[in-house]
């Protein structure tokens, strides 16, 4: 049920007409009136035409709903697109029978591509009337473009559930303020501490993310809480409830951040990139995301190829400041480079090359960057770079 868990929302998802497939391509979710949402959006300049409208509402307090296609990303659309962007909300509030400000919006898909408004529009009459607390799992699947699995997650504490689902396994590397994610709680939490909770608990988990180094105009992160919980108290950074609730919206974030690399285009291979010992985590997260991003580290790990020259040329090019002397490797727990040196003989494959080389074949590679003593630490999620990764954004249209 994912988004639908939590007391107070409702949802659903179908197939309109805007994708060639026949795929599921439009979702709606709903939260009870008092619902409260705090968002999280791409830092790309060309965002697209729903971030503007989604970003402006947040800031100005409103939004209990949201409208979600897929097929279209109503980016690089113009004028033409923040038109249909309203047009699409305004005709969701009239089948919701809300105010106009109480829907956001949110479109995947191909770039360039406007909005198929017309089997949309023809279809929201449809999608409101099977709104329903059970139809998260419809929602997540509706959501989903090259995906091959939906993600949802959810988490309890005593008093409260949290919900969620995602989509998007290309075009990811937040670096969030064509990935979508939507959390639930039935919790109520005024707007500014909502948005607290997701800055604090979701930014870093999904701004972790990296499949190919490309932001994408669309990503977007929403939390709403709809306040129907039986425990009608707010929560508040001083009570209690404040730290349940904020590990369990952290919980769902890390397991749909899991989940959506473990999806990635072409993946075989997932990438846990730890840095320990930089100045500052500002620092130990650059140096992350340049070992995650770096290609040769991602077709290495899709080889099978512990070549720790590839992740030294990475820390080195990641723009801090580091001490050559101080850098430490280890792939799967076997130390590869110690205080800046491979050892010799390494590459003639003798017993620690072989070692690494097991490593290397784990579903899950985890590469391990000491700096030296600072008290920076940062994880990145990465993936390798597969020939089917290619193929499918040689082919992707839509």
């Not at 109480?102 to 995947?108: F, G, K, R, Y």
Request: aromatic share 4%; glycine share 12%.
């Amino acid at each position: 049920m994912s988004v639908t868990y939590p007391l107070g929302f409702r949802a659903a998802g179908m197939s309109a007409g805007l994708k060639p497939s026949g795929r599921p391509d439009l979702g709606l979710l709903v939260g009870d009136p008092g619902t409260t949402v705090a968002g999280l959006f791409t830092t790309n300049r060309v965002a697209a035409a729903p971030v503007h409208l989604s970003r402006a509402r947040i800031a100005e307090g409103h939004g209990r709903a949201v409208i979600v296609n897929s097929g279209q990303a109503n980016a690089a659309t113009g004028g033409r697109g923040d038109a249909d962007a309203h047009t699409v909300v305004s005709a969701t509030a009239g089948a919701l029978g809300v105010e106009i400000a109480d829907v956001l919006a949110c479109s995947t898909g191909v770039i360039g591509e406007p909005v198929h408004v017309e089997p949309l529009l023809a279809a929201l009459p449809i999608l409101a009337g099977a709104l329903s607390p059970a139809g998260g799992h419809d929602f997540a699947r509706a959501v989903m473009t090259t995906d091959t699995v939906d993600k949802q997650a959810t988490a309890d504490t005593d008093a409260f559930r949290v919900g969620g689902c995602a989509k998007g396994i290309g075009m990811i590397a937040p670096n969030l303020a064509t990935m979508l994610v939507f959390v639930t709680t039935d919790a109520k939490v005024g707007r500014d501490h909502l948005q607290r909770l997701a800055d604090e608990q979701l930014k870093p988990r999904f701004n972790a993310l990296t499949v190919d180094a490309c932001t994408s105009k669309n990503d977007t992160v929403l939390l709403f809480a709809s306040g129907a919980t039986p425990d009608a108290s707010e929560v508040t950074p001083d009570v209690p409830a404040w730290d349940e609730l904020a590990h369990a919206i952290g919980e769902v974030g890390e397991s749909l951040a899991r989940q959506l690399i473990a999806d990635a285009e072409g993946v075989t291979h997932v990438l846990l990139v730890d840095i320990a010992g930089a100045a500052s985590e500002h620092d130990a997260r650059l140096v992350a995301k340049a070992v995650a991003d770096s290609p040769l580290v991602k077709t290495a790990a899709f080889g099978g190829d512990p070549n720790p020259g590839r992740i030294l040329q990475a820390v080195g090019s990641s723009g801090i400041d580091v001490d050559p002397a101080a850098i430490d490797i280890a792939i799967g727990g076997v130390r590869l480079v110690h205080g800046g040196t491979i050892p010799a003989g390494y590459f003639e494959d003798d017993a620690l090359s072989s070692s690494a080389r097991v490593a290397m074949k784990e579903p899950e590679i985890h590469i391990e960057v000491s700096l030296g003593e600072g008290p920076g630490r940062s994880r990145a999620l990465g993936c390798d770079l597969s020939y089917e990764y290619v193929r499918i954004n040689g082919e992707y249209t839509t």
